[in-house]
């Protein structure tokens, strides 16, 4: 009793003054070999002082954690080795699957972070699972949002889990050749977070206060080494593929085709902190479909980068800019392209390089450049896209970056392409100390040949964030002429303005963990209408955290809408389209419940009910969950919005249901099927996908994909993959 009392007291202190204090633990230097088995009965580790004393995050972040945690760390001149002992009420645990790089939140895992560079933005994050499924990822931006997480990032390393009679433990051994760090390094910052499902607690080694995101480097310790480190030396790592297979397309009635390619990649250490990456005839047959969404608005809507090529390290090329509405580098615009009828097609690429990491310790670098494929009978030219950056961190957790992008076309003068397009620009990325201010300030500017004035792109966002208090500002002017081939931008000449404010109840007792109000408006004004005011949002919700894990939102929207262009909402071809220069003002509710997603079933039901343009609009959404541990997850989301709009405008159901199948047989074999069935896509996908991982890194996929018409029942395309990779390092 006493001991927790002295700990609460300290806990107190420590958040009054800000987090500041930071807590340390001792690495280690053995000569010795360590079996990583996950038992810890090693001499050696018995005889290395353990760092414990975990206090919570969730339910609470002022008490200790019921389950306890104990971390020791050993080292040799090859490998670090973490050995961590987590107290436990039971052995039943909770967990999703076998599959590697699992999702953390809602499970029995723990995470270990490594900021090598001590810089608070960039770290390597490595966690385990009771039954010892592993994975590993990178932090960027200092982790401030849930954006900043990477777990496509590959690494070798062992671990393995052992269960005991009330703990579990886990032995990591992870190669200094697999992280970038200092030459002669001393320290590292360093952090630990565990979520124990039994006690429905997350805990902490590093006080870190509930308003801020869990994996925030604003808040982290210190692992100090008894000896400086040596240089690290990261071996070059080869990675070639094979794929074959076959596909028939029956809505062109082309006749079905066999194939195979050969290709690869190779990973180059360059000097103490970069990496040279490269890619010859790159495939992605294996890579997870795009899941069917259903778009009732007026533009593109943008869908995550799924190709790791394109992913790691992808915040020094894709951070830049405004987010939704103005980022100017978005890599899906890579390898895909619009033929003469305007369709949009694949793009095969060529070839690529990345070169990306530290030259020392505050300045970051990032060179891409990747060359498409020719395909003149579509109209379509090669094109050589490339991409410099450079990242300056500045104060305590803050940076100044830069950037220059370029898309030039070799063929342009048979085609309609343009010979160039090319941005320029530079962002100031604020972090404070302790996270509670958060933003940015940008100038992009755009040039293309005979365009070459004006073309901005500007904004600026700041963000706040205290225990009871949080909100931002934001603003945009993105000019109608500035134009940025590979970026993500919707809408052009437009001046988009708005913010949010929120507040918080923390209860002592009861079944909420947290309420949360908020209202956030948001105006955008068109530069061709002398800037008169063409849309607004006003908004006004509710969010209340249950202690279970479950969640609780209401809101009320109100919206303008100004339609420059005729738009169908149904996107039926029997139907009158709204007309141009018409307006709307329209208000709807929206409901959202999510259930404990600890439990072997989980829910999360949305509805959405309300005017729309002209009419009106009934939305219900669903997200279904049921596992049977450890092996067996079946999903099943749906989408159904009934539009009625008066006269002939058009009335529809558009029906969106996807059925998910994730089966893992061991911690080396895994099977998955999506099957997605859009009306509003006419089509119904069916995808499946068989790995097995023979070795570290190393995969055979065999992938099945079904497509079909549904409003006229009948074949779309099938195709059958075959791929085979291997990691080798030299």
């Known amino acids: 009793m006493k001991r927790r009392f002295l700990l609460i007291l300290a806990l107190l202190v420590v958040s009054?003054?800000?987090?500041?204090?930071?807590?340390?633990?001792?690495?280690?230097?053995?000569?010795?070999?360590?079996?990583?088995?996950?038992?810890?009965?090693?001499?050696?580790?018995?005889?290395?002082?353990?760092?414990?004393?975990?206090?919570?995050?969730?339910?609470?972040?002022?008490?200790?954690?019921?389950?306890?945690?104990?971390?020791?760390i050993l080292y040799d001149k090859d490998a670090i080795y973490i050995g961590l002992t987590m107290q436990t009420s039971s052995d039943q645990f909770v967990v999703n699957s076998l599959r590697r790089d699992y999702r953390g939140s809602g499970i029995d895992n723990i995470a270990i972070m490594f900021d090598t560079f001590n810089d608070g933005n960039?770290?390597?994050?490595?966690?385990?699972?009771?039954?010892?499924?592993?994975?590993?990822?990178?932090?960027?931006n200092g982790g401030s949002t849930r954006n900043d997480y990477q777990f496509s990032w590959d690494a070798k390393w062992q671990g393995e889990a052992f269960i005991g009679d009330g703990y579990y433990s886990l032995e990591m051994a992870i190669p200094f050749n697999s992280l970038k760090f200092e030459n002669n390094a001393t320290k590292w910052g360093f952090r630990v977070h565990r979520f124990d499902m039994q006690t429905n607690e997350t805990s902490v080694w590093v006080p870190i206060p509930q308003n801020q995101i869990l994996g925030s480097l604003a808040f982290t310790g210190e692992l100090e080494f008894e000896r400086p480190l040596s240089d690290s030396k990261t071996s070059v790592?080869?990675?070639?593929?094979?794929?074959?297979?076959?596909?028939?397309?029956?809505?062109?009635?082309t006749p079905k085709s066999s194939f195979s390619s050969i290709g690869g990649d190779v990973k180059i250490p360059v000097g103490k902190g970069m990496n040279l990456d490269l890619t010859f005839n790159p495939d992605f047959s294996q890579v997870e479909v795009d899941n069917f969404i259903t778009n009732l608005t007026r533009f593109e809507v943008s869908l995550p980068e799924r190709r790791q090529f394109f992913i790691d390290n992808n915040d020094l090329f894709g951070a830049f800019g405004g987010g939704r509405d103005a980022n100017p580098f978005f890599s899906r615009r890579i390898g895909i392209a619009k033929d003469n009828n305007g369709n949009t097609i694949e793009n095969g690429i060529t070839a690529g390089m990345r070169l990306t990491g530290k030259l020392n310790d505050k300045l970051r670098v990032g060179v891409l450049?990747?060359?498409?494929?020719s395909d003149l009978d579509n109209g379509i030219p090669s094109n050589n896209n490339s991409m410099i950056a450079l990242q300056q961190k500045v104060f305590s957790r803050s940076n100044i970056s830069a950037f220059i992008l370029n898309r030039e076309s070799s063929e342009s003068e048979n085609t309609d392409y343009e010979k160039y397009n090319r941005v320029i620009g530079v962002d100031y990325n604020l972090a404070s100390a302790d996270n509670t201010y958060v933003g940015k300030f940008y100038t992009h500017k755009s040039l293309s040949p005979g365009d070459t004035d004006g073309n901005l792109s500007v904004g600026t966002n700041i963000q706040y964030n205290t225990r009871s208090w949080s909100g931002f500002l934001d603003a945009i002017y993105i000019d109608e002429e500035f134009v940025s081939d590979l970026g993500f931008i919707p809408r052009?000449?437009?001046?988009?303005?708005?913010?949010?404010?929120?507040?918080?109840?923390?209860p002592k007792?009861?079944?909420?963990?947290?309420?949360?109000?908020?209202?956030?408006?948001?105006?955008?004004?068109?530069?061709?209408?002398d800037y008169t005011q063409t849309d607004y949002l006003r908004n006004f919700g509710y969010e209340g955290r249950l202690n279970n894990q479950g969640q609780i939102e209401l809101s009320v929207n109100n919206r303008y809408t100004f339609l420059t262009d005729e738009f169908s909402p149904t996107r039926q071809d029997d139907a009158t389209p709204l007309p141009a220069n018409s307006d709307y003002n329209y208000t709807s509710v929206r409901f959202q419940f999510q259930s404990d997603r600890r439990k072997l079933f989980s829910y999360n039901l949305q509805t959405d009910i309300g005017e729309f343009f002209n009419g009106t609009k009934s939305s219900f959404q669903t997200r279904l969950n049921f596992r049977v541990q450890p092996k067996l997850n079946v999903g099943l989301n749906?989408?159904?919005?009934r539009i009625d709009l008066p006269e002939d405008y058009g009335s529809a159901t558009i029906v969106l249901i996807s059925p998910r199948?994730?089966?893992?047989?061991?911690?080396?074999?895994?099977?998955?099927t999506l099957i997605q069935y859009s009306n509003q896509r006419d089509n119904l996908g069916i995808n499946s996908r068989l790995q097995w991982r023979f070795a570290p890194l190393s995969d055979l996929f065999l992938v099945y994909n079904d497509n079909y018409f549904v409003n006229q029942w009948g074949p779309r395309s099938r195709s059958i993959n075959l791929k085979l990779t291997y990691w080798l390092n030299i």
Do not use: C
């Open 638 to 641: 749906s989408n159904i919005d």
């Open 369 to 373: 450049s990747i060359q498409t494929e």
């Open 122 to 140: 960039n770290a390597f994050i490595f966690g385990m699972t009771p039954l010892g499924v592993q994975r590993e990822g990178l932090i960027t």
């Open 661 to 672: 199948i994730d089966y893992t047989f061991n911690r080396s074999l895994f099977w998955s």
């Open 492 to 506: 052009k000449g437009i001046l988009k303005w708005g913010g949010k404010i929120g507040y918080r109840i923390w």
């Open 509 to 529: 007792n009861g079944i909420f963990n947290s309420h949360s109000f908020d209202t956030f408006q948001s105006y955008t004004h068109l530069s061709s209408l």
């Open 16 to 72: 009054y003054s800000g987090y500041s204090q930071k807590r340390s633990i001792s690495a280690k230097l053995i000569n010795q070999e360590i079996l990583v088995d996950g038992k810890l009965d090693e001499s050696v580790w018995l005889s290395q002082e353990p760092s414990g004393e975990f206090t919570q995050y969730f339910p609470t972040d002022t008490l200790p954690a019921t389950n306890d945690s104990e971390i020791r």
């Open 237 to 253: 790592a080869l990675i070639p593929f094979l794929t074959a297979g076959s596909s028939k397309d029956f809505e062109n009635a």
